[in-house]
């Protein structure tokens, strides 16, 4: 009898307790499907010019003609989307095991769970990797030789209209690393 009451009593408090509780969130699925064409959105971005500038410095070299050459080249790559705003569209193509993005003609691809090697803007080997953090998609171009590296966080805002790329670009041959946030918004 009193064996009975122990048992009724603790399968009363365990069910109190689940029903008090709140519901469990669903699990998530992973982060949201970025997939797209993307048109930049400077009005809302960081002022690309400026930071550029401060971090990258003048359009022309100054001393030393081989480095100058290439942080002049890191410069010229950077301010094609200022320059030239309207054509500034980033394409993204995602699937459970890829990540492909870029802007123009330059797509970048990506593949979750192993790290690849392609090609830089002004050549040179690159590692890239790709992975996914909560809601976001975190990508990561590294020189092999020379120390740049490259790194974007992809965001999708919850409208699903407006995607915010933080990217990071670090150079031997720059002032001081580039941290610019861009807007896009989802092309119809």
């Not at 048109?39 to 010019?49: E, G, V, W």
């Not at 942080?71 to 990540?99: C, K, Y």
Request: charged share 30%; glycine share 10%; proline share 6%.
């Amino acid at each position: 009898m009193l064996r009975e009451r122990t048992a009724l009593r603790f399968l009363t408090c365990t069910l109190a307790v689940t029903l008090a509780a709140p519901a469990a969130a669903p699990a998530a699925d992973g982060p949201p499907d970025m997939t797209g064409v993307w048109r930049f959105n400077p009005k809302r971005s960081d002022d690309l010019r400026e930071k550029i500038v401060d971090s990258v410095g003048t359009d022309y070299t100054q001393g030393d003609a081989k480095k100058e050459t290439v942080r002049v080249f890191i410069r010229n790559w950077l301010m094609g989307p200022v320059d030239h705003p309207d054509s500034a569209v980033l394409t993204i193509e995602q699937t459970s095991t890829e990540f492909k993005s870029g802007l123009g003609d330059e797509l970048s691809i990506y593949y979750f769970g192993r790290e690849a090697t392609s090609r830089g803007p002004g050549g040179g080997t690159l590692k890239v990797t790709v992975q996914r953090q909560g809601d976001q998609i975190l990508t990561e171009e590294k020189q092999t030789k020379g120390g740049g590296q490259i790194k974007a966080v992809y965001s999708l805002l919850p409208d699903g209209k407006n995607l915010v790329v933080a990217w990071r670009l670090e150079h031997p041959t720059i002032r001081k690393p580039l941290d610019v946030r861009m807007i896009f918004d989802r092309e119809k």
